[in-house]
């Protein structure tokens, strides 16, 4: 082969490679911006329908008057805490954005031990404290079942402890009990997750939803769950041996609310992979696919005696990116899937038929929508199966190179060169 025409050929198609890849890596600039504007959407429905909910308490707080100084608080956690979870999930929509939120029914009950109270704490009327993330969406008078009698809920927490928004209730004491049990319902609105904190020297925290991909999350998983089609059931046993705070503390004994968040855990409405994260994870292998679609048109013209003109590399490689737009502005209205196959079949349809005029013959225009039907199909498998994308990749391109090797193993690159006569009749020309 004329070894000047050939490099010249080869370094002419590389650079028209690298401007198709450039042009398929701004489609990512697009992918960021539509991501950033939809994390913008979900922020604004969360804060107009709730935040993601985080249940802490009951927790019974004594104020103790300090002459001359603040007022010291002491705090004591419940002997036994079991709350049942039941998230019922919604899809809030604004423009072609949607967004999971849900509507959370939590029952709770547990006993304080007398014994965990100081005797000293008992002339003390102290406060049920339950801190909620967001308070905007309890719409119903909430009322606390205190040692069997019914007692009004507050909002507020009322100490600064906490950081938030919640409510609270003033519950009395006696000297003959040995313990104080407790139950209320609640019913909040909230987005994202929906997380416990562990203030019970035993917890048991049970939560079920239709919605059928959980993700749990937090410093503990779920010791029972259930995952089907029909949505999750999931349940915590959490002992206080496995906190960092003790029953009971004062507020100058160096317990913080950072020490009780730590050990939150529960469960967020996973929505899957996101469909930009599909698209963003799709432009990576653009390298891949115009690497290999213009090595085999440099193929036909090497086997083939075609001569192409860059200008032809130019519009291929623009129909390759183009597929990259396509399947972004499409997964916004009708998904990834359906968005994957039509943006497929739109780009496959096109560069076949182009191929049709380009290369003389129907037989090489259908090896190259065979070769791109096995590039897209190989893709959306890996994108499918993240874990083995390396192993896929790697066979892949394996087998291409071998490929490569044997359709050019009768080429004598020294004496030969990219012909510009004219194309052969013979579609054996390929393989010969």
């Known amino acids: 082969m004329n070894t000047h025409s050939v490099s010249k050929k080869l370094f002419g198609v590389g650079f028209i490679a690298v401007i198709c890849l450039i042009a398929s890596y701004l489609v ?10 939809y994390t913008q959407v979900q922020q604004e429905i969360a804060e107009s329908w709730g935040s993601a909910q985080t249940v802490l308490g009951p927790v019974l707080v004594f104020e103790i008057p300090q002459k001359d100084k603040e007022s010291v608080f002491s705090y004591v956690l419940p002997q036994r805490l079991e709350i049942e979870s039941t998230l019922v999930p919604e899809i809030r ?3 072609i954005f949607d967004s999971v939120v849900y509507t959370e029914k939590i029952t709770v009950h547990g006993s304080f031990s007398a014994s965990d109270i100081p005797k000293n704490l008992l ?8 801190s909620l993330s967001d308070t ?13 009698n019914d007692t009004p809920f507050y909002p507020g927490t009322t100490v600064d402890f906490f950081q938030g ?7 009395p004491l006696s000297k003959s009990a040995t313990e104080y049990p407790f139950s209320f319902e609640v019913e909040v609105r909230g987005s994202d997750r929906a997380l416990f904190v562990p203030v019970g020297s035993e917890t048991v925290v049970r939560a079920s939803s239709v919605w059928d991909s959980p993700e749990f999350v937090g410093a ?6 259930t995952v089907t089609q029909e949505g999750f059931e999931a349940t915590w046993n959490v002992s206080s041996f496995g906190r960092s705070y003790p029953q009971h503390w004062q507020s100058d004994g160096g317990v913080n609310i950072d020490m009780l968040m730590n050990s939150q855990f529960g469960v967020g409405l996973y929505e899957g992979v996101g469909r930009y994260t599909q698209v963003f994870r799709s432009v990576k292998y653009a390298v891949l696919f115009i690497l290999i679609t213009f090595t085999a048109f440099f193929l036909f013209e090497t086997l083939t005696k075609i001569r192409l ?5 130019l519009l291929i490689g623009a129909s390759l990116a183009l597929f990259y737009l396509l399947l972004l502005s499409l997964t916004e209205h009708i998904g990834f899937l359906y968005s994957y196959m039509l943006a497929t079949v739109l780009t496959i349809v096109l560069i076949t038929t182009y191929s049709m005029s380009i290369l003389k013959e129907r037989a090489r225009a259908g090896y190259v929508a065979m070769l791109l039907c096995v590039l897209y199909g190989f893709m959306y498998v890996v994108l499918k199966l993240e874990d083995y994308a390396l192993l896929f990749g790697s066979a892949l391109i394996f087998l291409l190179i071998a490929g490569v090797m044997y359709l050019t193993r009768n080429i004598d690159w020294f004496t030969s060169s990219v012909s510009t006569t004219s194309v052969s009749d013979d579609s054996s020309n390929l393989w010969k």
């Open 123 to 130: 002339a003390v009327q102290p406060r049920l404290v339950v």
């Open 93 to 95: 929509s604004r423009g």
């Open 28 to 37: 990512l600039g697009l992918v960021m911006e539509r991501e950033h504007r």
């Open 220 to 225: 503990y998983l779920p010791t029972e769950r």
């Open 165 to 171: 928004s919640g409510v609270h209730a003033f519950v």
């Open 136 to 148: 905007r969406s309890i719409e119903k008078q909430l009322s606390l079942s205190w040692n069997m």
């Open 309 to 313: 003109h860059p200008v032809q590399y």
